[in-house]
């Protein structure tokens, strides 16, 4: 494949080692996590989310985490599994089912390290808006066209259908 015309001859390799960086980042951390912790960094990182509070729903749950409604239920009910997280009917409408963090998936998560969500989170929030808005046109045009598949996950006020790494 040959570079854009208007690209640098040394771009296309910075581009592909930065992803190269998060990808060795993501697999060595996860190898980690699961063998020290047994514990998935989607669990760890939908478990950092319900630290910051309930939520009444999946659906909710999802949104916070920016994954698909079928990822989060699934990751969800392994953390309730674990006794990590409480499931707990609606008292409205016995139908809806809320989640909060237990006390032993607090004491979990002080002891576990931090996702690489979290820290590609933070680096994201480094950055301006204006930064934060043209890397993900970028990165979406670069999925776009390299034909990579997307899902139908939207996050928040987002045009764009997300790529969801939980699934």
Same mark, same amino acid.
Request: aromatic share 4%; glycine share 6%; charged share 25%.
């Given at each position: 494949?040959m570079?854009a015309?208007?690209a640098?001859?040394m771009e296309?390799a910075r581009?592909l080692n930065?992803?190269?960086?998060?990808v060795r980042?993501?697999?060595t951390?996860?190898?980690a996590?699961?063998?020290?912790?047994g514990t998935s960094a989607?669990?760890?990182?939908?478990?950092r989310a319900l630290?910051?509070g309930?939520? /009444?729903s999946?659906?909710?749950?999802?949104q916070?985490?920016?994954?698909?409604? $079928?990822?989060? $239920?699934v990751?969800?009910?392994r953390?309730?599994e674990?006794?990590?997280?409480?499931?707990t009917a609606s008292?409205?409408?016995?139908?809806r089912?809320?989640?909060?963090?237990?006390?032993? /998936?607090?004491s979990?998560? /002080?002891?576990a390290?931090?996702a690489?969500d979290?820290m590609l989170?933070? /680096?994201l929030?480094a950055m301006?808006g204006?930064?934060?808005?043209?890397?993900?046109e970028?990165?979406?045009?670069l999925?776009?066209?390299?034909?990579?598949?997307?899902?139908d996950?939207?996050?928040?006020?987002?045009?764009?259908?997300?790529?969801?790494?939980?699934?």
């Amino acid at each position: 494949m040959m570079p854009a015309d208007n690209a640098a001859p040394m771009e296309p390799a910075r581009v592909l080692n930065a992803f190269r960086a998060i990808v060795r980042a993501s697999r060595t951390s996860t190898r980690a996590l699961e063998m020290r912790f047994g514990t998935s960094a989607a669990q760890l990182f939908m478990l950092r989310a319900l630290s910051t509070g309930d939520v /009444g729903s999946v659906k909710e749950l999802a949104q916070r985490t920016n994954t698909h409604n $079928s990822s989060a $239920s699934v990751v969800v009910r392994r953390l309730c599994e674990r006794g990590f997280v409480r499931r707990t009917a609606s008292p409205e409408d016995r139908r809806r089912v809320g989640y909060s963090i237990t006390p032993d /998936g607090l004491s979990y998560l /002080g002891s576990a390290p931090r996702a690489i969500d979290d820290m590609l989170l933070d /680096g994201l929030q480094a950055m301006s808006g204006e930064q934060q808005h043209r890397l993900a046109e970028l990165l979406h045009r670069l999925v776009v066209h390299s034909d990579i598949p997307m899902c139908d996950n939207h996050a928040p006020g987002d045009d764009h259908p997300a790529v969801d790494a939980a699934d």
